[in-house]
């Protein structure tokens, strides 16, 4: 009743649109697990030249551990591999994880490979043609006939758009669909430097893949009923991942922060919530892209949130690090188990703002 009450549906135009539900969801990592401490002490102590500045960023990361495809420690000289070179990891590392992922979250919907209409992957840390959209869809065994969607260099916050246009699919072919967000950021450790918003990038960011399955009105899961965004083109400067010869290099002010403090409010409260009824107050769980601990601590200042409803955000950053596109699915998929309307929202390049309006159906 609550529900019903508080979140009308989506407006559905001409056609018998269906509802798009979450109905089946995963996560997985690469195998090399490491604490932010001994990758500190083995690796990067060494590559900052015990900088001090690096090493109080590693200690306050609020990041206790990190899977990485890369083990920097012993594969030393990553950092000076040619962006062919990690383009080629990319690939030998992707597909295995992709599908391990992308079969678990199928199954954990039920579903097989055959019964997947569109296939959307979304990834920045690396590109190939055949894509890693064609080539899971091959490890699969999914139908000849099935339709891709690669979706590239969005950064953090792609999990949501992504989410937005998988969710049309749904609604408008009546027919499952996958979202797999896969990033591998330990391919792109940089040379020495003392810049330090690499610094902070390499204390930060983490690998993994997350996957979520959307069927036509399911009977429980999370239906997604809206999708928003926001750019600030004044600020794009602020968090860019420039593709050089050598990887592809983040650039991350430290303003970034202040940037969001001025828009996530309006953004979640005026256009996500209000055109359906709801306030912050209404909400009863939000997934946030734990970029940092200080997009956190702004997130939950402007919209009133409470250690509980940002305890989910906290332990993904604690126990995975910042990974980019998947982060904020990993954190969607550990909210406990209660009615009413979910938001969730990322943050990335642009400088660009995205949050969904979740519901659990």
């Known amino acids: 009743m609550y529900l019903k009450e508080k979140l009308a549906p989506a407006p559905r135009g001409l056609g018998a649109a269906a509802r798009p539900v979450i109905t089946g969801s995963s996560r997985s990592f690469p195998g ?6 001994d990758l500190w002490q083995d ?4 590559h900052y030249d015990g900088f001090p500045l690096a090493r109080r960023i590693f200690q306050n990361s609020g990041i206790s551990a990190r899977n990485t495809a890369v083990d920097p420690r012993s594969e030393r000289e990553v950092s000076r591999w040619s962006t062919g070179q990690r383009m080629a990891r990319y690939i030998k590392e ?3 994880l992709g599908k391990e992922t992308v079969t678990a979250a199928l199954d954990s919907a039920g579903l097989d490979p055959q019964d997947v209409g569109l296939l959307a992957v979304t990834s920045c840390t690396g590109y190939t043609t055949p894509g890693l959209d064609l080539r899971l869809a091959d490890e699969l065994g999914m139908s000849s006939r099935v339709q891709r969607l690669f979706i590239g260099h969005m950064g953090c916050y792609a999990a949501v758009p992504s989410l937005g246009a998988v969710s049309d699919f749904v609604a408008a072919r009546g027919r499952p669909a996958v979202l797999l967000c896969l990033e591998l950021t330990s391919l792109h450790v940089q040379p020495p430097t003392r810049d330090l918003e690499q ?6 960011f983490a690998d993994a893949a997350a996957a979520v399955v959307l069927e036509p009105d399911a009977g429980s899961g999370f239906e997604v009923v809206d999708v928003v965004a926001v750019t600030d083109h004044s ?3 602020h968090m860019s991942w420039e593709i050089t010869d050598l990887g592809f290099k983040m650039g991350l002010s430290p303003k970034v922060p202040d940037v969001l403090a001025e828009h996530v409010g309006g953004v979640v409260r005026d256009q996500l919530l209000a055109p359906h009824g709801l306030t912050p107050e209404d909400v009863t769980g939000w997934a946030v892209h734990p ?18 409803a940002l305890k989910p955000s906290y332990d993904v950053l604690d126990e995975c690090g910042n990974c980019s596109s998947p982060t904020v699915l990993m954190v969607l998929q550990r909210l406990p188990e209660a009615p009413g309307p979910v938001v969730a929202m990322a943050f990335g390049p642009g400088l660009t703002l995205y949050a969904a309006l979740l519901r659990r159906s």
């Open 94 to 96: 992707a597909v295995p």
């Open 43 to 46: 690796f990067f102590h060494a």
């Open 291 to 308: 970029g940092g601990k200080r997009i956190l601590e702004v997130v939950g200042e402007r919209l009133a949130l409470s250690d509980d």
């Open 235 to 237: 600020t794009a400067d």
């Open 32 to 37: 090399t697990r490491s604490s932010q401490n």
């Open 199 to 204: 610094v902070v990038a390499h204390a930060l």
